[in-house]
């Protein structure tokens, strides 16, 4: 099968690869995808909470590289989405009970039987995230259109370069509009213009999301929240669907979004 | 892809592309090893890899199946990735450009200028014994040290500093100041987010002990 291999990460905390994660599973799979998202935050564990299947893990990521069970035991299947896979993580380990050369394995398993394997990566740029990017060809970036988040981003970009990962694209979340236009937030410009890597969503933000974590239901599998379409964008965006990008901001400091967008995208 | 360029020095400058796979750069240097290996027996190499990140296994493999065969003589090993250098570094590899003989005659330990076509993100680094010139930005992380003058043609959003041995006669030129901090020999310059100097082009120097900031050109 030729199948998609990518790793959701950050380089900051709570910007939400986790969410991204579950929802781009969830949306891919209702596009009739077979996807597979595994957690790759040994230790803290939270996909399975967001994806609503914390109460039927019985093996984990860790199980099947110790050898305790197979990888296909260690595949929870999702009830309402007839393609949708997780593989949980033990909570009860460290980062340095995986290495680099088990997730390449991992992921080379995979591969065979799915189109889309997502791998959530934990924040920091240390063995947890190298472990999760190991063995993914390709990588999307979650930043918040904040100056912090943005450098961690950058920092990351640079080390996923230089593992060869490509494409590299980004994800802007948690947009507030009315925060953009009166200046008080970069624009998407603004971060476009700082990392300099293709931009493939924008996400706004929504209070539904907050819910469906919760809830354990990704936003993608009911929802039509404006995040729920920012997501379902995003995941046509991946199987190559040339989508248009939502207006979120036209006032950002450094010109024309659209323009710039245009120039990216060849729109 | 691999590049070989002759130097100024009759040096040789090894370009590796950062897009190659690390699992064939060994193979892909084997292959400019046979073919040319009369040329290279004795020569001195510069081994010019970009922002890569070198690990042990990496440098291990350039060692036993490049270098040590082709019997040359490593002068630098360069990369921007600053993880890599301090690594490099404590293990007494050479990572800063060798300074040539031509140029040591005229200013003694200074290099040509290095002019870098690229941006550098955060966690990048830059050392040269010499002015530096960046074109591209210097994002909010990144650092740019310096014996000489520096310019970067683009956003100044990270760290520099000229003069980085003590010479407060240097300058830093920057065509969009954006960084809260510029280091100049013994001193440093702060600056508040959005000063009237911020995203303009200035030019920041150290006069009578203190450094000064001013755009450019400069108002009469």
């Known amino acids: ?267 | 892809m691999i590049k070989i360029k002759g130097t100024a020095d009759s040096m040789m400058r090894c370009i590796i592309s950062e897009g190659m796979p690390a699992e064939e750069l060994p193979a892909a240097l084997g292959d400019i090893r046979l073919r040319g290996q009369r040329i290279l027996r004795g020569a001195e190499v510069i081994l010019d890899f970009g922002a890569r990140k070198l690990d042990e296994r990496l440098v291990s493999r350039i060692l036993t199946d490049f270098v040590w065969p082709s019997e040359v003589r490593v002068v630098a090993w360069i990369t921007y990735d600053a993880e890599s250098q301090d690594n490099m570094k404590r293990a007494g590899f050479s990572t800063s450009e060798p300074v040539p003989a031509t140029a040591r005659a005229k200013l003694p330990g200074t290099a040509p200028s290095l002019v870098l076509e690229r941006s550098l993100r955060s966690g990048q680094r830059v050392e040269h014994s010499g002015d530096v010139i960046i074109d591209g930005h210097v994002n909010d992380g990144a650092e740019v040290l310096s014996t000489g003058n520096i310019t970067v043609l683009g956003r100044l959003n990270g760290l520099v500093h000229a003069g980085c041995e003590g010479d407060e006669g240097t300058i830093v030129i920057a065509r969009s100041m954006e960084a809260l901090q510029v280091r100049i020999g013994g001193r440093i310059g702060s600056l508040e987010r959005g000063a009237q100097w911020w995203g303009k082009m200035v030019t920041v120097r150290v006069d009578d002990g203190s450094v000064l900031i001013d755009y450019w050109p400069a108002l009469k």
């Open chain 1, 1 to 267: 099968m030729d199948s998609h291999v990518i790793v959701v990460t950050s380089g900051k905390g709570g910007v939400g690869k986790t969410t991204t994660t579950a929802n781009l599973a969830a949306a891919l799979a209702r596009m009739g995808k077979k996807v597979v998202a595994i957690d790759g935050d040994v230790g803290l564990r939270n996909l399975d909470v967001i994806m609503g299947l914390e109460n039927r893990i019985v093996y984990t990521l860790i199980d099947a590289i110790d050898g305790a069970c197979r990888l296909r035991q260690a595949l929870i299947k999702d009830k309402r989405l007839e393609n949708l896979f997780m593989i949980p993580t033990a909570q009860s380990k460290t980062k340095d009970s995986v290495s680099a050369e088990q997730m390449v394995a991992v992921c080379d398993e995979l591969r065979a039987d799915f189109d889309y394997i997502i791998v959530d990566s934990p924040a920091g740029i240390e063995a947890g995230f190298k472990n999760a990017a190991a063995g993914v060809d390709e990588a999307l970036v979650v930043t918040t259109p904040e100056v912090s988040a943005v450098r961690d981003a950058d920092r990351i970009i640079g080390l996923l370069e230089s593992m060869e990962k490509s494409p590299i694209r980004l994800i802007v979340n948690r947009i507030r509009p009315h925060m953009m236009e009166k200046g008080d937030m970069l624009g998407v410009a603004d971060v476009l213009d700082i990392l300099a890597i293709d931009l493939i969503g924008m996400v706004p933000e929504d209070e539904s999301v907050v819910k469906s974590a919760n809830a354990g239901e990704p936003l993608t599998i009911s929802s039509d929240s404006p995040a729920a379409r920012a997501f379902k964008n995003i995941a046509a965006r991946l199987v190559g669907d040339n989508i248009p990008f939502m207006p979120v901001d036209s006032t950002s400091g450094n010109g024309n979004l659209f323009g710039r967008l245009k120039r990216v995208f060849g729109l």
